[in-house]
Nanobody, 121 residues
Framework: QVQLVESGGGLVQPGGSLRLSCAASGSISRINVMGWYRQTPGKQRELVAAVGTGGRTNYANSVKGRFTISRDNAKNTVSLQMNSLKPEDTAVYYC???????????????WGKGTLVTVSS
């Protein structure tokens, strides 16, 4: 059984910073891509940032220059450093991993339960 557990959400004032972390655990053979998505009521879940095994990153245009994603392959963790936060960053943030479970050949998507980030004065 594979689990993704997020931490680090909360309330922050505009211009402030938060750091989200996610740890993957279980019978994992390989993690291909780890990333963060976010969702607000009535809207589709959208990609915020993702990072491949080799460290290649991809960011949504709305967060470029403000957010930084990083991963620790040895620990199966991914973090999202969020700076200069804006009210429009308010959302539930979900950790995502495209990973291969031990004994299987193909990767599958796994999701955390989400952590709420609220940017408000």
């Amino acid at each position: 059984q594979v689990q993704l557990v997020e931490s680090g959400g909360g309330l922050v004032q505009p211009g402030g910073s938060l750091r989200l972390s996610c740890a993957a655990s279980g019978s994992i053979s390989r993690i291909n891509v780890m990333g963060w998505y976010r969702q607000t009521p009535g809207k589709q879940r959208e990609l915020v940032a993702a990072v491949g095994t080799g460290g290649r990153t991809n960011y949504a245009n709305s967060v470029k220059g403000r957010f930084t994603i990083s991963r620790d392959n040895a620990k199966n963790t991914v973090s999202l450093q969020m700076n200069s936060l804006k009210p429009e960053d308010t959302a539930v943030y979900y950790c995502n991993a495209d990973l291969i479970v031990t004994g299987y050949l193909q990767g599958m998507d796994y999701w955390g339960k989400g952590t709420l980030v609220t940017v408000s004065s």
